[in-house]
T-cell receptor
Framework: SQTIHQWPATLVQPVGSPLSLECTVE??????LYWYRQAAGRGLQLLFY??????ISSEVPQNLSASRPQDRQFILSSKKLLLSDSGFYLC??????????FGQGTRLTVV | EDQVTQSPEALRLQEGESSSLNCSYT??????LFWYRQDPGKGPEFLFT???AGEEKEKERLKATLTKKESFLHITAPKPEDSATYLC???????????????FGKGTKLSVIP
Protein backbone atom coordinates (compact mmCIF):
# COMPACT_ATOMS: atom_id res chain seq x y z
CA SER A 1 0.00 0.00 0.00
CA GLN A 2 1.03 3.58 -0.55
CA THR A 3 2.23 5.80 2.27
CA ILE A 4 3.33 9.40 2.44
CA HIS A 5 5.81 10.78 4.92
CA GLN A 6 6.20 14.46 5.71
CA TRP A 7 8.56 16.05 8.22
CA PRO A 8 9.04 17.78 10.52
CA ALA A 9 5.63 17.92 12.19
CA THR A 10 6.28 21.32 13.74
CA LEU A 11 8.87 23.98 13.07
CA VAL A 12 9.60 27.38 14.59
CA GLN A 13 11.94 29.52 12.52
CA PRO A 14 13.10 33.15 12.79
CA VAL A 15 12.35 35.66 10.07
CA GLY A 16 15.04 35.60 7.41
CA SER A 17 16.11 32.03 8.05
CA PRO A 18 16.02 29.32 5.35
CA LEU A 19 13.43 26.56 5.13
CA SER A 20 13.43 22.99 3.90
CA LEU A 21 10.43 20.69 4.24
CA GLU A 22 10.63 17.20 2.85
CA CYS A 23 8.02 14.75 1.65
CA THR A 24 8.44 11.19 0.38
CA VAL A 25 5.95 8.70 -1.02
CA GLU A 26 6.25 4.92 -0.90
CA UNK A 27 4.46 2.21 -2.80
CA UNK A 28 3.83 3.98 -6.08
CA UNK A 29 5.79 5.12 -9.12
CA UNK A 30 5.70 8.46 -10.93
CA UNK A 31 3.07 10.02 -8.70
CA UNK A 32 1.85 13.58 -9.08
CA LEU A 33 3.10 15.49 -6.06
CA TYR A 34 1.66 18.62 -4.47
CA TRP A 35 2.43 21.21 -1.80
CA TYR A 36 -0.59 22.93 -0.23
CA ARG A 37 -0.80 25.59 2.46
CA GLN A 38 -3.70 25.87 4.88
CA ALA A 39 -4.16 29.17 6.68
CA ALA A 40 -6.63 29.69 9.52
CA GLY A 41 -10.09 30.48 8.17
CA ARG A 42 -9.11 29.76 4.59
CA GLY A 43 -9.26 26.73 2.35
CA LEU A 44 -6.27 24.75 1.24
CA GLN A 45 -4.24 26.65 -1.33
CA LEU A 46 -2.16 24.82 -3.92
CA LEU A 47 1.40 26.15 -3.97
CA PHE A 48 3.25 23.76 -6.30
CA TYR A 49 2.65 20.56 -8.19
CA UNK A 50 4.92 18.18 -10.07
CA UNK A 51 4.12 15.53 -12.65
CA UNK A 52 7.68 14.21 -12.89
CA UNK A 53 11.30 14.58 -11.78
CA UNK A 54 12.48 18.14 -12.26
CA UNK A 55 9.03 19.30 -13.43
CA ILE A 56 7.59 21.93 -11.09
CA SER A 57 4.59 24.18 -11.64
CA SER A 58 3.78 27.09 -9.35
CA GLU A 59 0.23 28.21 -8.81
CA VAL A 60 0.86 31.41 -6.87
CA PRO A 61 3.73 33.91 -6.73
CA GLN A 62 5.47 33.67 -3.40
CA ASN A 63 8.62 33.47 -1.33
CA LEU A 64 8.83 29.71 -1.65
CA SER A 65 10.23 27.23 -4.17
CA ALA A 66 9.88 23.51 -4.72
CA SER A 67 12.09 20.78 -6.13
CA ARG A 68 11.68 17.12 -7.04
CA PRO A 69 15.13 15.53 -7.07
CA GLN A 70 13.81 11.97 -7.11
CA ASP A 71 10.61 10.32 -8.35
CA ARG A 72 8.99 10.10 -4.93
CA GLN A 73 10.63 13.03 -3.13
CA PHE A 74 9.26 16.56 -3.02
CA ILE A 75 10.96 19.42 -1.20
CA LEU A 76 9.61 22.84 -0.26
CA SER A 77 12.21 25.55 0.34
CA SER A 78 12.75 29.18 1.09
CA LYS A 79 15.96 31.19 1.23
CA LYS A 80 14.56 33.78 3.64
CA LEU A 81 11.34 33.23 5.58
CA LEU A 82 8.77 35.98 6.06
CA LEU A 83 6.22 36.26 8.86
CA SER A 84 3.53 35.68 6.26
CA ASP A 85 4.98 32.23 5.48
CA SER A 86 3.58 30.87 8.74
CA GLY A 87 0.94 28.22 8.23
CA PHE A 88 0.14 24.54 7.94
CA TYR A 89 1.94 22.95 4.99
CA LEU A 90 0.65 19.76 3.45
CA CYS A 91 2.25 17.45 0.94
CA UNK A 92 0.01 15.23 -1.18
CA UNK A 93 0.21 12.72 -4.01
CA UNK A 94 -2.13 11.37 -6.65
CA UNK A 95 -2.10 9.02 -9.62
CA UNK A 96 -3.06 11.28 -12.50
CA UNK A 97 -6.45 12.95 -12.28
CA UNK A 98 -7.64 11.12 -9.17
CA UNK A 99 -8.11 11.85 -5.51
CA UNK A 100 -5.10 13.24 -3.66
CA UNK A 101 -3.75 11.65 -0.49
CA PHE A 102 -2.23 13.93 2.10
CA GLY A 103 0.60 13.72 4.58
CA GLN A 104 0.20 14.70 8.20
CA GLY A 105 1.40 18.25 7.65
CA THR A 106 4.01 20.62 9.03
CA ARG A 107 3.01 23.47 11.31
CA LEU A 108 5.43 26.31 10.50
CA THR A 109 5.63 29.32 12.77
CA VAL A 110 7.88 32.18 11.67
CA VAL A 111 8.86 34.44 14.59
CA GLU B 1 -12.62 30.87 -11.63
CA ASP B 2 -13.57 27.68 -9.81
CA GLN B 3 -15.32 28.25 -6.49
CA VAL B 4 -16.44 26.02 -3.64
CA THR B 5 -18.68 27.18 -0.81
CA GLN B 6 -19.44 24.96 2.17
CA SER B 7 -22.24 25.45 4.66
CA PRO B 8 -22.74 25.67 7.52
CA GLU B 9 -19.32 26.76 8.77
CA ALA B 10 -19.95 24.87 12.02
CA LEU B 11 -22.54 22.33 13.10
CA ARG B 12 -23.25 20.89 16.53
CA LEU B 13 -25.27 17.69 16.70
CA GLN B 14 -26.42 15.45 19.48
CA GLU B 15 -25.25 11.88 19.17
CA GLY B 16 -27.72 10.10 16.90
CA GLU B 17 -29.09 13.32 15.37
CA SER B 18 -28.78 12.98 11.59
CA SER B 19 -27.98 15.98 9.37
CA SER B 20 -26.39 17.08 6.10
CA LEU B 21 -23.47 19.25 5.08
CA ASN B 22 -23.63 21.26 1.86
CA CYS B 23 -21.00 21.95 -0.77
CA SER B 24 -21.96 24.33 -3.59
CA TYR B 25 -19.57 24.64 -6.49
CA THR B 26 -18.93 26.61 -9.65
CA UNK B 27 -16.55 24.99 -12.08
CA UNK B 28 -15.99 25.06 -15.82
CA UNK B 29 -16.67 21.39 -16.38
CA UNK B 30 -16.44 19.05 -13.40
CA UNK B 31 -13.89 16.26 -13.53
CA UNK B 32 -14.49 15.18 -9.94
CA LEU B 33 -15.76 16.28 -6.53
CA PHE B 34 -13.95 15.07 -3.45
CA TRP B 35 -14.86 14.86 0.23
CA TYR B 36 -12.23 14.76 2.96
CA ARG B 37 -12.26 14.54 6.74
CA GLN B 38 -9.67 16.54 8.70
CA ASP B 39 -8.92 16.12 12.39
CA PRO B 40 -7.20 18.98 14.27
CA GLY B 41 -3.50 19.22 13.47
CA LYS B 42 -3.68 16.42 10.90
CA GLY B 43 -3.73 16.18 7.13
CA PRO B 44 -7.05 15.63 5.32
CA GLU B 45 -8.21 12.02 5.03
CA PHE B 46 -9.85 11.04 1.75
CA LEU B 47 -13.48 9.91 1.97
CA PHE B 48 -15.22 9.95 -1.43
CA THR B 49 -14.93 10.90 -5.09
CA UNK B 50 -18.05 11.72 -7.12
CA UNK B 51 -17.88 12.18 -10.88
CA UNK B 52 -21.36 12.81 -12.24
CA ALA B 53 -24.75 14.13 -11.16
CA GLY B 54 -26.88 11.48 -9.51
CA GLU B 55 -23.91 9.53 -8.19
CA GLU B 56 -23.91 8.42 -4.55
CA LYS B 57 -21.21 6.90 -2.36
CA GLU B 58 -21.53 5.48 1.17
CA LYS B 59 -19.11 4.65 3.95
CA GLU B 60 -20.36 3.65 7.38
CA ARG B 61 -22.55 6.56 8.63
CA LEU B 62 -21.60 8.86 5.73
CA LYS B 63 -23.30 9.19 2.37
CA ALA B 64 -22.23 11.64 -0.33
CA THR B 65 -24.48 12.75 -3.19
CA LEU B 66 -23.90 14.98 -6.21
CA THR B 67 -26.03 17.27 -8.37
CA LYS B 68 -24.94 19.65 -11.13
CA LYS B 69 -24.50 22.50 -8.64
CA GLU B 70 -23.88 20.98 -5.22
CA SER B 71 -22.97 17.98 -3.17
CA PHE B 72 -24.30 16.83 0.17
CA LEU B 73 -22.62 14.80 2.85
CA HIS B 74 -25.33 13.09 4.87
CA ILE B 75 -24.42 11.88 8.33
CA THR B 76 -26.77 9.29 9.79
CA ALA B 77 -26.89 8.71 13.56
CA PRO B 78 -23.52 10.39 14.14
CA LYS B 79 -21.20 9.43 16.97
CA PRO B 80 -18.70 11.63 18.85
CA GLU B 81 -15.87 10.11 16.82
CA ASP B 82 -17.39 11.66 13.69
CA SER B 83 -16.42 15.09 15.05
CA ALA B 84 -14.01 16.68 12.57
CA THR B 85 -13.83 19.28 9.83
CA TYR B 86 -15.23 18.02 6.54
CA LEU B 87 -13.71 19.48 3.39
CA CYS B 88 -15.11 19.52 -0.12
CA UNK B 89 -12.95 20.02 -3.23
CA UNK B 90 -13.52 20.10 -6.99
CA UNK B 91 -11.27 19.37 -9.92
CA UNK B 92 -12.05 21.05 -13.21
CA UNK B 93 -11.91 19.22 -16.52
CA UNK B 94 -9.79 21.74 -18.36
CA UNK B 95 -6.38 21.23 -19.88
CA UNK B 96 -3.12 23.02 -19.33
CA UNK B 97 -1.50 24.42 -16.22
CA UNK B 98 -3.49 23.90 -13.08
CA UNK B 99 -5.57 21.06 -14.45
CA UNK B 100 -4.52 18.84 -11.56
CA UNK B 101 -5.51 21.45 -9.02
CA UNK B 102 -8.12 20.74 -6.37
CA UNK B 103 -10.09 23.82 -5.33
CA PHE B 104 -11.14 23.44 -1.69
CA GLY B 105 -13.92 24.96 0.34
CA LYS B 106 -13.24 26.29 3.82
CA GLY B 107 -14.87 23.28 5.44
CA THR B 108 -17.64 22.51 7.92
CA LYS B 109 -16.58 21.88 11.49
CA LEU B 110 -18.80 19.15 12.90
CA SER B 111 -19.10 18.56 16.63
CA VAL B 112 -21.10 15.56 17.86
CA ILE B 113 -22.06 15.81 21.50
CA PRO B 114 -22.58 12.60 23.55
Amino acid sequence: SQTIHQWPATLVQPVGSPLSLECTVEGTSNPNLYWYRQAAGRGLQLLFYSVGIGQISSEVPQNLSASRPQDRQFILSSKKLLLSDSGFYLCAWSEGFTEAFFGQGTRLTVV
Amino acid sequence: EDQVTQSPEALRLQEGESSSLNCSYTVSGLRGLFWYRQDPGKGPEFLFTLYSAGEEKEKERLKATLTKKESFLHITAPKPEDSATYLCAVQAAHSGAGSYQLTFGKGTKLSVIP
